[in-house]
């Protein structure tokens, strides 16, 4: 067992905006990854449509992921080997990524992006609010209940 693992049906993952060397999504994957492993990911999904950004921009498999994860490495660990796993990436290409997942609204897809405006009224958010300003509300919410 992981000694900093989350039961996520009593807390809420790290935020997906936290950035761990450079990488967002990453620190929320983690604490996800950990718990599934844990076997307390309470509503949250490990390998989700939100952890396959990151995986697809560095080119690697959520079980890749997840079997690291299970050896018990730490954050900076984890973080190490995704940089150097899979896809190949520059510190510009990293933060030119960063910007866009970060802005994310679904403002190409009509159908994701008429969910997240019901999702983002639901929270009590603008419409210009991004998914991981309403994955941030929906964790606070579902945590103040």
């Excluded at 992981?2 to 620190?27: C, H, M």
């Excluded at 697809?56 to 994860?69: L, Q, R």
Aim: include cysteine.
């Amino acid at each position: 067992m992981i000694n900093n693992t989350k039961d996520l049906s009593k807390e809420a993952p790290r935020s997906p905006k936290l950035q761990l060397d450079g990488f967002v999504i990453i620190a929320r994957t983690i604490d996800k990854c950990r718990a599934t492993i844990a076997g307390t990911p309470g509503e949250y999904h490990f390998d989700c449509p939100l952890d396959n950004t990151l995986f697809s921009f560095k080119g690697i498999k959520g079980a890749d992921f997840k079997a690291f994860v299970e050896t018990g490495a730490d954050d900076v660990a984890i973080v190490e080997w995704v940089k150097t796993h899979g896809t190949p990436k520059t510190d510009a290409e990293i933060a030119a990524w960063v910007e866009v997942a970060s802005k994310e609204a679904f403002a190409d897809n009509v159908d994701k992006r008429a969910w997240l405006l019901g999702e983002l009224k639901r929270v009590g958010l603008p419409e210009s609010a991004t998914l991981f300003d309403y994955l941030d509300a929906d964790d606070a919410q579902s945590f103040t209940k």
